[in-house]
């Protein structure tokens, strides 16, 4: 794989991050949201997935996707949703992907994973090519069916016991970091070695319903550095990718790409074939192209206009000043975008309080460009949802974004 197309403007030496900035004639790995049909309905999902889109890419059309990939070389997909497992032909688009040499990372919420698909994934016909993150949010039932909904708890320690069962080797445990569950890192940790798996670690955006719940979800500043003091004694043993970049202003870099790498070595394909920058930026303004419509993947990532836009010399605006950009790198566009504050500025969890003087200023929040949430709530409604629409006393306060647990002040709706 070799770097992208600009290559006057290119540095020939640096770090990797310099030589990435640029971009790749191929991403590195990539998001893939098969279905936008879920059985959950978390809280904080950044696709607002729920429903399904009748447009979804056939099944035809995923295999051709995968022939792309394969000549593009692409290290591996991620597939995800939605739940991905939900739609019907997805284990022969994994088997097919395995055939191409496409490795394939999905997540599931692990309702479907049963002993048998266990087995098959422990077996050699996936020969190494399949790697399951299963998504828990909480070490407990009561924190993470708090927004994932009731009985989702048990869904995943059920899968991950399956795959254990099985003999599958070094899954994955996928946690979304929140206000909740971040003094729970030691917990999470031992449920990972308990069932023989890795932990991953990921930061919560304010993107799809997530900019519903953000500020009742988001870290408070004194958990940011707990997190960050974690990481640094337990990193080496933990997955995070690019969610923490923004840390690294508090002293060292920590493991991983310390980039933002929207449109430069990642992006995200959606369920009817829209190209999007990134996985946690589906929305009409990082919406490179799409598949059907513009000459295929391999064309949408190597000429797309956003995504040259995005592999130029990027402007910190003011945080250029600061001694951490060389780290930090100005931190999410997405979490910058959904917030409503400039791609140019601050985090809005910037660890030095920049983030927090721009979210006190005049901002405005940018309307969903998407929505599949079901219309109506379901058994597996989180429970933070149902106290938004079902609230006992209706007098009674908001809760505040400096709250010290999320359930300040209310009291559980009677199902």
């Not at 997190?227 to 990193?235: F, M, P």
């Amino acid at each position: 794989m070799t770097a992208g197309t600009d290559t006057a403007a290119r540095p020939s030496a640096g770090s990797l991050v310099q030589q990435f900035e640029r971009g790749l004639d191929a991403p590195i790995c990539l998001t893939w949201e098969i279905t936008y049909a879920c059985n959950l309905e978390c809280a904080h999902c950044l696709s607002s997935s729920g429903m399904r889109d009748p447009r979804e890419l056939t099944t035809t059309q995923c295999e051709a996707i995968i022939d792309e990939l394969q000549r593009m070389q692409v290290f591996y997909v991620n597939i995800g949703g939605g739940e991905p497992t939900i739609r019907p032909d997805f284990w022969h688009l994994l088997e097919y992907a395995v055939d191409h040499q496409v490795g394939v990372k999905f997540s599931t919420n692990g309702s479907r994973l049963t002993p048998e698909r266990a087995a098959f994934l422990a077996s050699p016909a996936c020969g190494g090519y399949v790697d399951v993150q299963i998504s828990l949010d909480g070490a407990t039932a009561d924190v993470n069916d708090y927004v994932r909904g009731p009985g989702s708890f048990d869904m995943a320690i059920t899968a991950l016991e399956n795959l254990r069962t099985a003999g599958f080797r070094d899954g994955k445990i996928s946690v979304v970091c929140t206000r909740q569950n971040i003094d729970q890192l030691d917990e999470f940790k031992a449920l990972a070695d308990e069932y023989g798996a890795t932990l991953r670690l990921t930061r919560l955006r304010p993107s799809g319903r997530g900019i519903n719940v953000w500020d009742e979800l988001h870290p408070l500043p004194d958990q940011q550095r707990t997190l960050y003091d974690w990481l640094v004694a337990h990193g080496d043993r933990v997955l995070t990718g690019d969610s923490f970049f923004h840390l690294a202003a508090f002293g060292q870099a920590l493991p991983g790409l310390n980039l933002c790498g929207a449109g430069r070595v990642v992006c995200l394909i959606d369920p009817i074939g829209d190209v999007y920058a990134c996985p946690f930026a589906i929305h009409s303004e990082f919406l490179a192209g799409n598949l059907l419509t513009d000459g295929g993947f391999q064309q949408v990532w190597q000429t797309s206009e956003l995504f040259r836009d995005l592999r130029a010399p990027q402007s910190g605006g003011a945080c250029e000043q600061c001694n951490f950009y060389d780290s930090c790198r100005g931190g999410c566009m997405a979490a910058k975008f959904f917030t409503g504050l400039p791609l140019d500025g601050p985090d809005p969890e910037c660890v030095r309080g920049y983030g927090e003087l721009a979210l006190a200023g005049e901002r405005t929040i940018p309307p969903m460009s998407i929505d599949h949430s079901k219309s109506a709530p379901t058994r597996h409604e989180p429970v933070m949802v149902s106290l938004s629409r079902r609230l006992v006393d209706r007098s009674a306060p908001p809760v505040s974004a400096c709250a010290e647990h999320p359930l300040a002040g209310f009291a559980p709706a009677e199902r």
